[in-house]
């Protein structure tokens, strides 16, 4: 009977620990958080492929992810160095590039309606068959059969959808009919004439494009840019000397000019294991082939099934760069590992990323890059946002049922949207509805009226003289709001304690705002201190969470005149709070 392995071993550091447990994916469960070297944390985290908008699913990922790093940097006080990639080569971008030109170029065509028409019959006869398994249709038979799909698998309603979406379209030009069946008239194109795009400046005007607005939508969310932003097209030489020095160490072998990671290599080695992360999920054959990308060739070349691209020959219509084995591009796994090793180094001490790239792409990250250090153990804390859902459904931005960042930027603040998921725990299942956000809203509200109607209490007792009859006002009311105060403090820290519990954290940020409350209720002529004290506890906490934006200058705050403008507002602030 051979013995397990291993899956995690726990890190060392001589320094005090914090007393913090975080949830680590390779246990699936809390455990001490000690990083390597003192205060300072690595951190690598997967950053976006740049093809199309940003939705919210990315939002669950990166305001969870900026949440924690300020937590983690202005709460428990460590310096991090945050390290984000963006993926701008990637199956994805390349098909839709060659999609977007030549749909462009077919409109600048000006084909006649009969021509268009016959086209879009055409491409639905294309996609009907290639995804939905109906073939040698005649025209008058394809809309009904179409129609009469029953299926619970999303995939083939999106492609039933875009169907009839093209071939029952009241449009009346030619333009506006084509955008009607866009969607099958782009893979009809593709199929028919994407090998014979091969200017690169296609498939990088793309990325660039949608990069740009990723960064827009992060700025909106009050989301911080990372320390070092790395792009896989700058990093090409360094990929392909990473692919090199796996083969060199036996774990990679070179197929049809095409580079694939041995599984079973390294698997066997006693000082490895494959699929740490998610076991159950090893020999997954859709999971796999999902990672590989829709281009990927299907070679008997390989070793095994599990085995993995490291570096892909190009085919026609796919941008490639030099290499000893093809002119090809990199993989969609390596490319993280190649620029976080360069940056980061031999260990991380957290790496993140959204649930759905637990398996394959963490676990074939962790293995190509112990397999380049040759270390037991590349990533200390692998710490994975939970799904979002959007009324109960599962979002994929493959199916097209997602909801854009700046579509529910539109609705909402990009506040409202933070204090949401402030209001769940990080690694959760998160449902997007109306009624979750309702009640964000109403938090956002209960923080304003606080807010407001404490400033107006120590702008009052600031504007009164001070008492002449030496008499104080801090009696068993104010010492039992402090103290209910204090406990609560002791309570937030335990729940940041416990893996960042910021649900828990913001019921008691409540609490005490509840508690304010009342005692301003209770008590006319309310004491400043005990109010002032909480107030600027539950300013510094929305801080620490990014709810009040207060980062983003450098050096010294731009000083204002001494009739600023709160001075000149007060009359209307107080007539504002009298009203509340």
């Not at 309606?113 to 995804?131: G, W």
């Not at 676990?363 to 890059?369: G, K, P, R, V």
């Not at 008499?471 to 416990?498: G, N, P």
Request: proline content about 4%.
């Amino acid at each position: 009977m051979t013995q397990e392995k291993p899956i995690w071993f726990a890190p060392k550091n001589e320094k005090e620990p914090s007393g913090l447990q975080v949830k680590n994916s390779f246990k699936n469960e809390k455990v001490p958080f000690v990083p390597q070297q003192g205060k300072l944390i690595k951190w690598y985290s997967c950053g976006p492929t740049v093809y199309d908008a940003a939705h919210m699913g990315h939002a669950r990922t990166y305001i969870t992810f900026d949440i924690i790093r300020r937590i983690l940097e202005d709460y428990f006080g460590y310096d991090i160095y945050y390290v984000m990639n963006i993926t701008d080569i990637d199956d994805k971008i390349i098909i839709r590039a060659r999609q977007k030109y030549l749909f462009d170029e077919y409109l600048k065509k000006n084909v006649t309606l009969e021509e268009l028409k016959s086209d879009i019959m055409e491409a639905a006869k294309f996609v009907a068959e290639k995804y939905l398994n109906l073939k040698d249709l005649k025209q008058n038979e394809l809309i009904e059969k179409i129609s009469a799909i029953i299926s619970e698998d999303p995939k083939v309603l999106m492609h039933k959808k875009s169907i009839l979406a093209g071939l029952t379209s009241k449009s009346q030009t030619p333009v506006e009919i084509a955008e009607a069946a866009k969607d099958i008239l782009t893979y009809w194109l593709d199929d028919k004439m994407g090998a014979s795009v091969t200017d690169i400046k296609i498939f990088r005007d793309l990325s660039v494009h949608w990069e740009k607005e990723f960064m827009k939508d992060m700025e909106l969310l009050n989301v911080l840019p990372s320390d070092v932003l790395t792009r896989v097209s700058e990093y090409v030489p360094e990929i392909v000397d990473f692919v090199q020095k796996v083969i060199d160490h036996g774990f990679a072998y070179e197929a049809d000019g095409s580079v694939y990671f041995d599984t079973q290599a390294f698997d066997k080695d006693p000082n490895h294991s494959y699929c740490k992360l998610k076991p159950s999920a090893k020999g997954n054959v859709k999971l796999m082939e999902e990672g590989e990308g829709s281009l990927s060739s299907h070679t008997s070349s390989k070793k095994s099934p599990a085995d993995f691209a490291l570096w892909k020959k190009s085919k026609p219509g796919e941008p490639a760069w030099n290499s000893p084995w093809s002119q090809g591009r990199p993989g969609w796994h390596v490319e993280c590992s190649a620029m976080a090793g360069d940056v980061l180094g031999s260990c991380l001490d957290i790496h993140s990323g959204g649930i759905d790239l637990c398996f394959p792409h963490h676990d074939n990250e962790l293995a190509q890059s112990e397999g380049f250090f040759n270390n037991k153990q590349w990533v200390n804390y692998f710490l994975h946002a939970g799904h979002l859902h959007i009324e109960g459904q599962k979002m994929s931005k493959s199916l097209k049922n997602f909801i854009t960042i700046r579509e529910a930027l539109a609705k909402y603040s990009s506040r409202q949207i933070r204090l949401l998921f402030l209001l769940h725990s990080w690694s959760d299942v998160l449902d997007y509805k109306e009624s979750s956000m309702k009640e964000a809203i109403n938090v956002e509200q209960t923080l304003f009226n606080f807010f407001s109607n404490v400033q107006t209490i120590i702008r009052e007792v600031s504007l009164l003289d001070i008492s002449q009859n030496n008499d104080h006002d801090f009696r068993k009311k104010e010492k039992d709001l402090v103290e209910f105060l204090l406990d609560r403090q002791s309570d937030i820290h335990e729940a940041l304690c416990d893996s960042f519990n910021t649900p828990l954290v913001m019921r008691a940020l409540l609490d005490i705002i509840s508690q304010c409350n009342v005692y301003m209720k209770e008590t006319p002529k309310s004491s400043v201190y005990p109010l002032k004290k909480c107030a600027d506890f539950v300013t510094r906490i929305c801080k620490i969470f990014g709810v009040i934006e207060t980062r983003g200058t450098i050096g010294f705050p731009v000083q204002t005149s001494s009739s600023s403008l709160e001075e000149s507002l007060i009359p209307y602030l107080n007539t504002l709070a009298d009203y509340r």
